[in-house]
């Protein structure tokens, strides 16, 4: 059989190669369909918007301590002053200042709980609470995992860290945080953003 050899029509086959992929990489670059049940929380920053949604069934009490927070507007304005680019981006408890928030009572820490109801693990794009050492001591500061961090779940020798939610729209903002330059910043020697990733608003969404 005889190849064809227009150039014309080589081209336009390519066009529509191209074409095709583009479409197929719009498809995969959609945004992760709606949890049923899943309050939806919009996050918009001064590099970005992202939404994530929570899970008050796996971890009732961090989801519940977490929405308050943001229906107290406890978020507007403050910052993502730990950014970590092969690790998580951490914020929700300094204003601009790097003067700390202040928050209520810790929470009670769910980790294996929230694991055993079949919640999410510490992997990329998931939301988990910040604590000191002690376990019970989380009150508004969140972080988002930007790789696998299998070493932070919890489990029965280490009560690791409580995911309570993830990023399902916006990925791209958070990559783009996580991707900042940092330095010192306020009170922290190291891994502060250069420039400062602000908190404009955090809304539940209808």
């Given at each position: 059989m005889k190849l064809n050899?227009?150039?014309?029509?080589?081209?336009?086959?390519?066009?529509?190669?191209?074409l095709g992929l583009f479409s197929m990489q719009a498809i995969q670059a959609q945004d992760t369909p709606k949890t049923a049940g899943a309050p939806q929380v919009k996050f918009v920053t001064n590099m970005g918007e992202f939404v994530a949604e929570v899970y008050p069934d796996k971890a009732p009490k961090t989801v519940e301590n977490f929405l308050q927070y943001v229906r107290d507007k406890h978020y507007e304005g403050t910052i993502f002053h730990r950014v970590i680019a092969n690790f998580m981006i951490q914020g929700g408890g300094y204003d601009a200042r790097y003067i700390e928030r202040p928050t209520r009572a810790p929470v009670m820490h769910e980790g294996l709980e929230a694991l055993s109801k079949g919640g999410p693990r510490n992997t990329v794009g998931t939301l988990a609470m910040a604590r000191t050492n002690a376990p019970n001591s989380a009150t508004a500061q969140f972080f988002i995992n930007v790789v696998d961090n299998g070493f932070l779940?919890?489990?029965?020798?280490?009560?690791?860290?409580?995911?309570?939610?993830?990023?399902?729209?916006?990925?791209?903002?958070?990559?783009?945080?996580?991707?900042?330059?940092?330095?010192?910043?306020?009170?922290?020697?190291?891994?502060?953003?250069?420039?400062?990733?602000?908190?404009k608003s955090a809304t539940v969404l209808p």
């Amino acid at each position: 059989m005889k190849l064809n050899t227009n150039p014309t029509r080589r081209l336009l086959c390519l066009l529509a190669l191209c074409l095709g992929l583009f479409s197929m990489q719009a498809i995969q670059a959609q945004d992760t369909p709606k949890t049923a049940g899943a309050p939806q929380v919009k996050f918009v920053t001064n590099m970005g918007e992202f939404v994530a949604e929570v899970y008050p069934d796996k971890a009732p009490k961090t989801v519940e301590n977490f929405l308050q927070y943001v229906r107290d507007k406890h978020y507007e304005g403050t910052i993502f002053h730990r950014v970590i680019a092969n690790f998580m981006i951490q914020g929700g408890g300094y204003d601009a200042r790097y003067i700390e928030r202040p928050t209520r009572a810790p929470v009670m820490h769910e980790g294996l709980e929230a694991l055993s109801k079949g919640g999410p693990r510490n992997t990329v794009g998931t939301l988990a609470m910040a604590r000191t050492n002690a376990p019970n001591s989380a009150t508004a500061q969140f972080f988002i995992n930007v790789v696998d961090n299998g070493f932070l779940d919890p489990n029965p020798q280490q009560p690791g860290y409580t995911v309570f939610g993830k990023v399902v729209s916006g990925m791209d903002v958070i990559n783009r945080i996580r991707a900042t330059p940092t330095s010192f910043g306020g009170p922290f020697p190291t891994d502060v953003p250069r420039t400062q990733v602000v908190i404009k608003s955090a809304t539940v969404l209808p």
